[in-house]
């Protein structure tokens, strides 16, 4: 494929607006440094750019190079006004170990993750993508960038046609971007742009671990993610799952990086990422919310105070906010039909959908366990790799324990949108589970090597916790402080093996509970309600109906297994419009592997 | 017994340069507190930390290489093959769900402000039904898409015989052996 240079000239703007605040920030300096954060300059930028004309375009501005040239003009003109007033030290880069085979492990990671770079890039330029394989992608993800780059702007019209309108703009916006700087509608040019994506990827972690960890850990993990078959593979995809990825992995990284050290500007590092996530996909604002809640309260155990400025990055979700004001000012659905957050507050209806959640885990589990082995090898081969992270949480808790608390609510979070989700277990696993894993396989590797890095140091130790001062507001904090840092790394590892046996036990008995919970007992009337209401108002939704539902059942026999249920509806668009109608619905007396209700037209009921 | 302690430590760490050669911080303890068997414990449990690691990275480092080997063979395999013209590169991969001339021909002749829709049949049959009107959107945009032929001042026909349309329509032009294209008279 011949790539025009046009590209060349966009990408260039991009990396000079991450340089820019990279400088601003401290993370780089010109010299040789500007080329070893190549890659973390190009994320940065490319994520900055994509909140800034996401933004732009939100409000109403016009979609053009122009747009873009002079957002990045203004930001670099601000990054620079900012270094001449306040400047920065720059971080340095750890010192190089002198041991040999220090160097021989950098060395060997180092050529392997450039061989694969210049490998992905070749494979880039002689391959084509597959529309079949990436059909998300066919469907609406590069439609809605056309109809960005054809209407220069978000059109509520031509949003309101394509499927999924609720999704954020930022991949769609950076999708048509390139089709401007590519001089037309070449959605080929998308892979060439997801394949730098993914390289500068690799580089940033690289960029970003070496200020912290020593090399000789930091490059063969990174290398391990870069050779991953589940990585390399999907690296050219115009699906968003994959830049999601990237970019959460990234602000967790950056997120770990404050707390290790109480350096403020590894938090702004970690906004850009994760701001850049929340308006890349849903999924990627629950991770970037569950990373800054748990980067919050960690940050308040170990930096007291100063711990409470972590809360900036919640401020993602005011983007998400922002996102959603315009859906609705344009009479567009602002979430996702496949299923509703409300039902988590439900107890009755999750405790009637629980094998979906039994069938979730073992899934999620299994999933994660291939990608684990095939990017690190056979179980026992993984044994030293969990080794050195187990031992690792003693020494350094509170990243640890920030990574894993994040690792496990992130797959919370996953878990619980496949408990309450409309569609077919099976099927809406099939269909995402193995696109959107890897996200945690990834940051699990980077993030382990981040840990043990960081365990392994003996002269650069964290922050010390502050003496408090007797009737301090925070001493009820001070206890767990003392677990969660260096002066008691045995209580810490106990507390963490303490609570990762209650949230294992946790999921076991939720996942496992349906044997005797709400299968086999009396129907639960609320939650027979609720059922249909998502089954049927979510498949409204997912048609473009602006439908609210309201569902009244009642037994119909006896034995309380047949119910008549009166469904009413009421169209948004049309309030005077009230359709309703009755519902049958029969249901087993058990029934533990199987759907226990069926309404009158067939629809099973979960 | 406190003095046999001390010296299988020392003994252990007499080669202390080279042990820390190898890698950073392997080697003895260092620092004022505690005893010698003490600090003989800290060595070892630090030294013991230091090998899981080193460990470790052997393993992520062997298993990266392995598939490395794979990848670097693919890139220079594919050093030598041919590039695709941007275009080719765009439309080929759509030839997988339907004649990529009917695209061309249904881009080129669909005005920019246009409506229209698709229609496909059954004759003969079609597997992916629902993949058609998809393959057509995506590469018709900025076109207006409607699902209703009532609205639609373009139709185009796949596998479908147009007249069993029952429309009225000023003209037909073929996008191939398997659709038609059809101007909508109102």
Request: hydrophobic share 50%; proline share 6%.
């Amino acid at each position: 494929m011949s790539v025009g240079f046009e590209l060349a000239g966009g990408d260039a703007l991009a990396a000079a607006v991450g340089y820019a605040l990279l400088a601003v920030l401290g993370f780089t300096r010109l010299g040789r440094a500007n080329v070893r954060t190549l890659g973390l300059s190009y994320l940065v930028g490319w994520s900055v750019l994509g909140c800034a004309l996401s933004v732009l375009l939100i409000a109403g501005a016009p979609f053009a190079v122009a747009t873009d040239v002079i957002a990045a003009s203004v930001i670099v003109a601000g990054c620079v006004v900012v270094r001449r007033r306040w400047p920065v030290e720059a971080l340095a880069l750890l010192p190089r170990s002198k041991a040999w085979l220090a160097w021989l492990a950098s060395a060997l990671g180092g050529l392997v993750v450039g061989s694969v770079v210049v490998s992905t890039a070749v494979v880039a330029s002689t391959t084509e993508w597959n529309p079949a394989g990436d059909w998300d992608a066919t469907w609406f993800w590069i439609p809605k960038a056309a109809s960005i780059y054809y209407a220069h702007g978000l059109d509520p019209a031509a949003w309101r046609t394509l499927n999924h309108p609720e999704y954020p703009p930022l991949i769609p916006v950076m999708d048509a971007l390139t089709f401007s700087f590519g001089g037309g509608f070449h959605p080929s040019l998308i892979m060439v742009q997801q394949t730098l994506l993914g390289i500068s990827f690799l580089l940033a972690a690289l960029a970003l671990l070496t200020k912290v960890i020593p090399s000789w850990i930091a490059y063969p993990s990174v290398a391990v993610v870069a050779t991953a078959p589940w990585f390399f593979s999907r690296i050219q995809t115009p699906m968003p799952d994959q830049t999601v990825a990237y970019l959460v992995t990234a602000g967790a990284i950056a997120s770990l990086g404050w707390l290790h050290d109480g350096r403020r500007r590894w938090l702004i590092l970690a906004l850009v990422f994760l701001a850049a996530a929340s308006l890349s996909k849903l999924e990627g604002g629950f991770w970037s919310a569950a990373l800054a809640l748990v980067v919050i309260a960690v940050g308040i155990v170990v930096h007291r105070r100063q711990g409470l400025v972590a809360a900036i990055l919640l401020a993602p979700l005011a983007l998400i906010e922002l996102w959603r004001a315009w859906l609705t000012a344009h009479g567009l659905r602002t979430s996702n039909p496949d299923y509703s957050l409300t039902s988590l507050l439900h107890p009755s209806f999750l405790a009637g959908r629980t094998a979906r959640l039994s069938y979730a885990t073992t899934a999620v589990a299994h999933t994660a366990e291939h990608l684990l082995t095939s990017a690190a090898g056979p179980g026992p081969v993984m044994v030293p790799l969990i080794a050195a992270v187990a031992l690792a949480t003693r020494r350094r808790p509170a990243v640890a324990v920030a990574a894993v608390a994040w690792t496990l609510l992130a797959g919370m979070a996953l878990l619980a949108i496949y408990w309450i989700g409309r569609p077919s277990i099976v099927w809406y696993f099939d269909v995402t589970g193995t696109r959107v894993e890897p996200t945690f396989v990834a940051a699990a590797l980077i993030l382990s090597a981040l840990v043990v890095g960081l365990a392994i140091q003996t002269d650069t130790t964290p922050r010390q916790p502050r003496v408090l001062q007797p009737r301090q507001i925070w001493r009820p904090l001070d206890r767990l402080a003392t677990v969660l840092t260096h002066r008691d790394p045995r209580a810490a590892g106990a507390l963490g093996t303490v609570a990762a046996i209650l949230v294992g036990l946790g999921v076991f008995v939720i996942a496992d509970a349906r044997p005797t919970f709400s299968r086999n007992g009396a129907v639960d009337v609320g939650a027979l309600n609720h059922e249909i209401v998502s089954q049927f108002l979510y498949g409204f939704l997912a048609g473009g109906y602006p439908l609210t539902a309201h569902v009244s059942c009642r037994s119909s026999s006896a034995d309380n297994l047949q119910f008549g249920c009166f469904v009413t509806t009421t169209n948004r668009a049309h309030p005077s419009e009230e359709p309703a109608w009755n519902l049958g619905v029969t249901c087993l007396p058990v029934s533990i592997e199987s759907p226990r209700c069926f309404s009158s037209n067939g629809e099973a009921l979960q | 017994m406190t003095g046999r302690w001390v010296d299988t430590g020392r003994a252990f760490w007499k080669g202390r340069r080279s042990a820390a050669a190898l890698l950073p911080g392997l080697g003895p303890a260092t620092g004022a507190e505690g005893g010698s068997r003490l600090r003989l414990a800290r060595s070892l449990r630090r030294n013991g930390f230091v090998a899981v690691v080193a460990l470790a990275v052997a393993v992520e480092l062997g298993s990266a290489v392995n598939h490395a080997i794979a990848i670097v063979r693919t890139g220079y395999h594919d050093l030598g093959a041919p590039r695709y013209a941007t275009r080719d590169a765009d439309l080929d991969p759509f030839a997988y769900f339907l004649s990529t001339d009917a695209l061309v021909l249904a881009r080129q002749l669909i005005p920019r402000d246009a409506t229209y829709t698709v229609v496909v049949g059954n004759d003969p049959p079609v597997s992916d039904a629902t993949d058609i009107p998809v393959v057509f959107r995506f590469w018709l945009a900025p076109r207006r898409y409607t699902s209703a032929v009532a609205d639609a001042q373009w139709v185009i026909t796949y596998h479908q015989v147009s007249k069993a349309l029952s429309l009225r329509y000023s003209r037909q032009f073929g996008l191939g052996p398997d659709a038609n294209l059809l101007r909508v008279e109102r």
